[in-house]
């Protein structure tokens, strides 16, 4: 953005978090239309120009300046050991919004209990250089593999004593007769800049837009509207039930005694909330979705 017309570069992660990551960005605003086999897609801004990669070469390519800003996760930056702008964190999955965990995983039956237990083993992972140094920090000699993937596969058949893998709820790993016994790193996406596209004001503008709208659409995720209407007499009652980001929005009704009360609170506490607030007077009770909490 230095030249009138220069748009801004921006990675976007191919795999499992590709489909989550354009739903957050529609949430926030930004239309992205992936065409067939394209690592090109459309989106509807035309100060913005995307590219698609993988998450785990994400960093080198922000960092070489072949992309001006991108989302990977904070594991593939570690273990590419690059030098980039961390610009946001943005704590989003292909599942749900909690970090991610690489851990460490045997055989349910394995006599291996511990990590000194690993010493002369062989592990398997596609986060070789970060568990190298894991255990080299620990004076643990172990060889470690690089896997192409179903890396589970790999101590069932007897390639490998133990793997590292990454997981979220680690049925998985269950699933394939493992068992975790060691967590290595919580790991969670982040919006990354190039270093000299962060000091160049107007990119640095737009990846802050984009960082600002993403992080409003993953507050809103938790969040959702409420608006009800309350009469006067239980008023103070209804509004002390009320757990919300800020004091709640008190309008009163035409030619009435009762008023609309309207406020945003979060999901999780909604089942248990709509029943008190009809116990203590409140009608009319609408529960809404939201785009963005800023």
């Known amino acids: 953005m230095n ?18 990551t354009i739903a957050l960005f529609k949430r926030s605003g930004w239309r992205i239309d992936i065409n067939g086999r394209s690592y090109f ?29 991108g989302l990977t996760g904070e594991d593939w930056i570690s273990e590419n050991e690059s030098d980039v702008k961390i610009v946001e964190d943005l704590i989003y999955s292909k599942v749900s919004q909690r970090p991610a965990r690489w851990v460490l995983a045997v055989p349910y039956d394995s006599d291996i209990k511990r990590l000194e237990d690993l010493a002369g083993k062989k592990i398997a992972t596609e986060l070789v250089n970060f568990t190298e140094k894991y255990f080299a920090e620990r004076s643990i000699d172990v060889k470690v593999e690089f896997s192409w993937g179903a890396t589970e596969a790999k101590v069932v058949s007897g390639l490998a004593d133990a793997i590292v893998e990454v997981t979220e709820t680690g049925s998985t790993i269950k699933a394939h007769g493992l068992k975790i016994i060691h967590e290595l790193l919580e ?42 209407n309350v009469p006067e007499a239980k008023l103070k009652e209804v509004v002390g039930l009320l757990p919300s980001l ?31 607030l009809l116990k203590h007077g409140a009608e009319g009770i609408i529960e809404y979705p939201l785009n963005k909490v800023i």
């Open 187 to 228: 790991t969670n996406t982040k919006l990354i800049a190039n270093h000299a596209s962060w000091a160049d004001p107007r990119k640095r503008a737009k990846i802050e837009q984009v960082a600002l709208l993403l992080k409003g659409a993953l507050v809103a995720e938790k969040m959702v509207g409420l608006k009800m």
């Open 41 to 69: 897609p459309d989106i509807n801004d035309d100060t913005i120009e995307c590219a698609i990669c993988r998450a785990q070469e994400m960093s080198r390519y922000v960092e070489s300046g072949t992309l001006d800003a």
């Open 3 to 20: 030249n009138v017309g220069e748009k801004l570069k921006l990675g976007i992660p191919k795999g499992s978090l590709q489909d989550a």
């Open 246 to 276: 800020n004091a709640p929005t008190v309008s009163p009704l035409y030619q009435s005694n009762w008023f609309a009360v309207e406020t945003v609170v979060a999901g999780s506490v909604m089942r248990d909330l709509i029943p008190e």
